[in-house]
Nanobody
Framework: QVQVGESGGGLVQAGGSLRLSCAAS????????VGWFRQSPGKERDFVAA????????YYADSVKCRFTISRDNAKNTIYLQMTNLKPEDTAVYYC?????????????????WGQGTQVTVSS
């Protein structure tokens, strides 16, 4: 069974950058699309970005297009989320998950193997 762990979060000023990592252990992400989501207190878990197994196809929420870049290194079983030009509204706990069901890539209900999340806080 895949176990997932996120890292790389922190406190950054608006306009700054962070790179999040999502590492798999136990088994690999082999064959799966992997996605990043974020959740603020009292809000639902929202889609941020996803990447296909080959890395050839990526998806982004409109709110992060042109600022965030998702990538993967299958040899390291790791997915990355490079975040630039961060805004206070990007503040949230960021989670990665494995898209194991047949529903849309932007629905958290079609993902499993969530990690514990990593906090991103952007100050104004």
């Amino acid at each position: 069974q895949v176990q997932v762990g996120e890292s790389g979060g922190g406190l950054v000023q608006a306009g700054g950058s962070l790179r999040l990592s999502c590492a798999a252990s136990g088994r690999t992400f082999s064959g799966y699309t992997v996605g990043w989501f974020r959740q603020s207190p009292g809000k639902e878990r929202d889609f941020v970005a996803a990447i296909s197994w080959t890395g050839n196809t990526t998806y982004y929420a409109d709110s992060v297009k042109c600022r965030f870049t998702i990538s993967r290194d299958n040899a390291k079983n790791t997915i990355y989320l490079q975040m630039t030009n961060l805004k206070p509204e990007d503040t949230a706990v960021y989670y990665c998950g494995v898209h194991v069901y047949v529903g849309p890539y932007y629905s958290p209900n079609d993902y499993t193997h969530w990690g514990q999340g990593t906090q991103v806080t952007v100050s104004s």
